[in-house]
Nanobody, 112 residues
Framework: QVQLVESGGGLVQAGGSLRLSCAASGRIFSDNSMGWWYRQAPGKQRELVASISSGETTNYADSVKGRFTISRDNAKNTMYLQMNSLKPEDTAVYYC?????WGQGTQVTVSS
């Protein structure tokens, strides 16, 4: 059974940084695996924040481009989202997705 466990969320002041982790178990995360980070703010739809695909190709939402970095460590079967220069509008529950599986979500709150 595949499980994704997220960690790293929390409360941070505007301008600060957080690194989210998404650890997979039950399946091997390889260079050919795709991964995504989504977020959902209260009252809003879930939106795609970043993705990583084979060959380390990455894509970002315009709202986070230049501030967020998605990466993976295949040896640790883990995907990351480094978030810098955080803004209050980044406040949301962040979810990772690998293959067809979702993490449980981790809350990120950015205070002004």
């Amino acid at each position: 059974q595949v499980q994704l466990v997220e960690s790293g969320g929390g409360l941070v002041q505007a301008g600060g940084s957080l690194r989210l982790s998404c650890a997979a178990s039950g399946r091997i995360f390889s260079d050919n695996s795709m991964g995504w980070w989504y977020r959902q703010a209260p009252g809003k739809q879930r939106e795609l924040v970043a993705s990583i695909s084979s060959g380390e190709t990455t894509n970002y939402a315009d709202s986070v481009k230049g501030r967020f970095t998605i990466s993976r460590d295949n040896a640790k079967n883990t995907m990351y989202l480094q978030m810098n220069s955080l803004k209050p509008e980044d406040t949301a529950v962040y979810y990772c997705k690998m293959w067809a599986y979702w993490g449980q979500g981790t809350q990120v709150t950015v205070s002004s």
